[in-house]
C-alpha cells in the first residue's frame, strides 16, 4: 500500500462529510516527493517499453484527439499484425505545437501510482483509474470540460457545476460553463485538488514551463446502480421473472404492477440495504488480478512464500452459524476460522 496516506492530506471523515461530492478542495504540498509517484525518465520508459496505442495512449489538442499517424509509424509484424510505432521526433514536433499527452490506466503500468489508487480505493470504497497527462505549452489540450466521475488533480482553472451529479448515460447534457471562473489555481509540485464531477474546468501549463500530473478518476456509485442491482437481486421473487402482462386486461396490468411495487418498496425499506449494496460491490470488485506463476495448481508449504491480496475492497462478514467468518474478494468467497478475522 502507497505511504503517501491521501485521505488524511483529503481531510478523512470530515471530507468524506462535508466535501465528497460536494465542494472542490485545494491540499498545497500534500506529497512532498511528487517524484516517488513518477518521473520524466519513468515516463519516457513506459512509451519506449509498451505498445500503447490509442486511445488509450494518445495526444490532444483543443478538446480533439490528434490522429495517430501524426506521431506514430505503423510496424507490421511476421504475423501480419499492424502496430503503431512511437515516432519521437514527430511526438516532440506535435507537443511543442501545443498538444497534451494523455496516458490512460497509467496505474496498471507503474507500480507507485498503483499503490497509490488503491490507497484511495481502501479509503472511499470504490474503484479508482489513474491517467497521466503532459503538457508543455499554454494550449489547453481538453478546453472547458466537465468530467462524469470525482478526480484528484492539479494544474486547474475552476468554473462550478451547471448541472447536478451529471453520468456518462444521462437524460440531458449539463448546461453552458459560467463565463467567468469560480476560482484561478496554480498548482505546485506536490500539490492536491479534489473536484466533483460535474465541475466545468480547463488545464494548461504556465507560460514556458511544462506540467506532468496525474488525475485519479474515482468511479461513481449511484441511485440508478443500486436500482439496477437490486433489479437482479429481486430475480427471486416470482413477480420479476414471470413475463410481462402485456397483453392481459387493464385490470390484471393493474394487479401485476402492484406486486412489483411491494417487492421493490419492501426491499427500499430495508435499512441495511446499502450495507448489503457495498459489501456485494466490495466482495466482486476485481480490482488489479495479478496471476501467481509459477504457481498454477496451489501453492506450496513454504514458510517464505509470500502471499499478497491484491484488492484492497474484501470484505468479511459472521458466518452464518456463527463459528467462523465469510471473506469474499474478487467475486470468490472462502469460510474460515473465527481468527481468520484478525
Request: aromatic share 6%; hydrophobic share 35%.
Amino acid at each position: 500500500m502507497s505511504p503517501l496516506n491521501l485521505a488524511a492530506h483529503l481531510g478523512q471523515d470530515e471530507f468524506l462529510a462535508q466535501v465528497l461530492h460536494r465542494h472542490y478542495r485545494h491540499v498545497p504540498s500534500a506529497i512532498p516527493n511528487p517524484g516517488d509517484l513518477i518521473t520524466w525518465d519513468d515516463v519516457n520508459t513506459l512509451l519506449a517499453t509498451h505498445r500503447l496505442e490509442p486511445p488509450r495512449f494518445r495526444l490532444s489538442a483543443d478538446g480533439e484527439m490528434l490522429p495517430a499517424h501524426r506521431y506514430t509509424a505503423p510496424v507490421t509484424t511476421r504475423r501480419n499484425t499492424v502496430w503503431q510505432r512511437l515516432h519521437p521526433a514527430e511526438l516532440h514536433a506535435r507537443l511543442a505545437e501545443g498538444a497534451s499527452l494523455v496516458i490512460d490506466a497509467v496505474d496498471e503500468l507503474h507500480p507507485p501510482i498503483g499503490d497509490a489508487a488503491m490507497e484511495l480505493e481502501q479509503w472511499l470504497r470504490t474503484g479508482v483509474q489513474t491517467n497521466l497527462y503532459a503538457s508543455f505549452t499554454p494550449r489547453e489540450g481538453f478546453g472547458v470540460h466537465w468530467d462524469d466521475h470525482d478526480v484528484v488533480v492539479i494544474q486547474i482553472d475552476l468554473y462550478g457545476p451547471t448541472r447536478t451529479a451529471p453520468m456518462y448515460k444521462d437524460t440531458n447534457e449539463p448546461e453552458p460553463p459560467p463565463e467567468n471562473p469560480l476560482a484561478e489555481l496554480v498548482l505546485h509540485p506536490g500539490d492536491m485538488l479534489y473536484l466533483p464531477r460535474g465541475w466545468w474546468h480547463s488545464v494548461a501549463a504556465s507560460e514556458g514551463e511544462h506540467s506532468l500530473h496525474l488525475t485519479f478518476g474515482i468511479q461513481t456509485t449511484t441511485g440508478a446502480q443500486l436500482l439496477s442491482w437490486l433489479a437482479d437481486d429481486l430475480r427471486r421473487h416470482d413477480a420479476l421473472r414471470e413475463d410481462l402482462p402485456v397483453h392481459a386486461t387493464p385490470a390484471q396490468q393493474a394487479t401485476y404492477l402492484e406486486r412489483l411495487r411491494k417487492e421493490v418498496t419492501a426491499a427500499l425499506e430495508n435499512p441495511g440495504l446499502l450495507d448489503q449494496y457495498t459489501a456485494t460491490r466490495d466482495g466482486t470488485d476485481l480490482t488489479r488480478l495479478r496471476p501467481s506463476l509459477p504457481h498454477i495448481t496451489g501453492l506450496p508449504a513454504e514458510p517464505d512464500l509470500r502471499i499478497r491480496l491484491t484488492t484492497t475492497r474484501a470484505h468479511i462478514s459472521p458466518a452464518p452459524d456463527g463459528d467462523g467468518v465469510i471473506f469474499r474478494a474478487c467475486d470468490n468467497e472462502w469460510e474460515l476460522a473465527k481468527e481468520g478475522r484478525r
